[in-house]
Nanobody, 127 residues
Framework: QVQLVESGGGLVQAGNSLRLSCVASGRPFSAKAVGWFRQAPGREREFVAAISWSGGNLVYTDSVKGRFTISRDNAKNTVYLQMNSLKPEDTAVYYC????????????????????WGQGTQVTVSS
């Protein structure tokens, strides 16, 4: 079992930055790809970014490329999402999730691939 806890959300003005953290307990987190998803009010949950178990492969949705960076520190059982140049349309609850499979080299964009989810952290970007 893997349990995930997100933190780092908050209220910021457009153009500013936030860094989200996803801390895992349970093993073997280091063997799992991890994704970040977000859900804005009245909208479906959408993929944001994902990282392979080794950290060697990263995928992003187009709207955050060049602004967001996903990374991981397996020694700390933590995955980060550095969010720069934030826009009001980035406002959402952000969730991290761990893949159901092990040692996946190409992380999935589909929420159905992820079995373990955190409770979410709110990010609000004001204009």
């Amino acid at each position: 079992q893997v349990q995930l806890v997100e933190s780092g959300g908050g209220l910021v003005q457009a153009g500013n930055s936030l860094r989200l953290s996803c801390v895992a307990s349970g093993r073997p987190f280091s063997a799992k790809a991890v994704g970040w998803f977000r859900q804005a009010p009245g909208r479906e949950r959408e993929f944001v970014a994902a990282i392979s178990w080794s950290g060697g492969n990263l995928v992003y949705t187009d709207s955050v490329k060049g602004r967001f960076t996903i990374s991981r520190d397996n020694a700390k059982n933590t995955v980060y999402l550095q969010m720069n140049s934030l826009k009001p349309e980035d406002t959402a609850v952000y969730y991290c999730a761990a893949d159901s499979d092990f040692y996946k080299q190409i992380p999935s964009r589909s929420s159905s691939s992820y079995d373990y989810w955190g409770q979410g952290t709110q990010v609000t970007v004001s204009s």
